[in-house]
């Protein structure tokens, strides 16, 4: 079992940042990829950005490539996600989420994550 606590979450200005943490606790040896989806009022979650445990491959959907950082520490216990230049249309709650080893599949897709943290919060203002 693997459990997942977000943290960081706030409210900015836009064009300011942001730093969000998951504290992954639990077995995360079980798991190969580790990602933020991000849920705005009345719209589906969405992924923003994954990072691979073994390689530290990185992946981000294209809205905030060039903004945000998704970084893990050396003991894979930790997956930051930095975020720069936020927008408006960043607002939303954030979720770390992971996903067991050899399921596979397209790492932005929501039901092949196992584990889901309880989300944080985070307000772009204009």
């Known amino acids: 079992q693997v459990q997942l606590v977000e943290s960081g979450g706030g409210s900015v200005q836009a064009g300011g940042s942001l730093t969000l943490a998951c504290i992954v606790s639990?077995?995360?040896?079980?798991?190969?990829?580790t990602s933020w989806f991000r849920q705005a009022p009345g719209k589906e979650r969405e992924a923003v950005a994954g990072?691979?445990?073994?390689?530290?491959?990185?992946l981000y959907w294209d809205s905030v490539k060039g903004r945000f950082t998704i970084s893990q520490n050396n003991a894979k216990n930790v997956v930051s996600l930095q975020m720069d230049s936020l927008k408006p249309e960043d607002t939303g709650v954030y979720y770390c989420?992971?996903?067991?080893?050899?399921?596979?599949?397209?790492?932005?897709?929501?039901?092949?994550?196992?584990?889901w943290g309880q989300g944080t919060q985070v307000t772009v203002s204009s």
């Open positions: 989420a992971a996903r067991a080893k050899a399921v596979g599949g397209l790492w932005y897709l929501t039901g092949t994550y196992k584990y």
């Open positions: 639990g077995d995360p040896a079980t798991t190969d990829l």
């Open positions: 990072i691979r445990s073994r390689s530290s491959e990185t």
